[in-house]
């Protein structure tokens, strides 16, 4: 039972590690900064489902408290792209009504 139980936690960490890497490929490779924030968070989430791993792997019980503390600093870089996203977004609206202003007051 106990080497079931480490093969399945083994090939968890492999297919995660498989699909960290693909996705690291999508970040670097993401066409828009929203993609890549997005890969950046699913990464997050897998590395946070590998130290889980870990702490089962290893019966340490601190590893879970470090997978929350991660957890928490990856939602709150999660919410800075946001808002820097968001931030970028309304200065090219204003940037673009303004134009508009400009330029159909030439017209009249």
Known sequence: MEQAKHFILITGMIL?????????IRAILGPRF??????????NTMVVAMICIVSVMLGEDFLVDVALIY????FLSVVVLSRLVMTRQQKKTQKGQLENREGGSELD
């Not at 995660?16 to 690291?24: K, R, W």
């Not at 929203?34 to 990464?43: L, M, P, W």
């Open 16 to 24: 995660l590690a498989i699909l960290n890497l693909v996705t690291l």
């Open 71 to 74: 957890t928490l600093l990856s």
């Open 34 to 43: 929203t993609d890549r924030v997005v890969a950046v968070n699913v990464i």
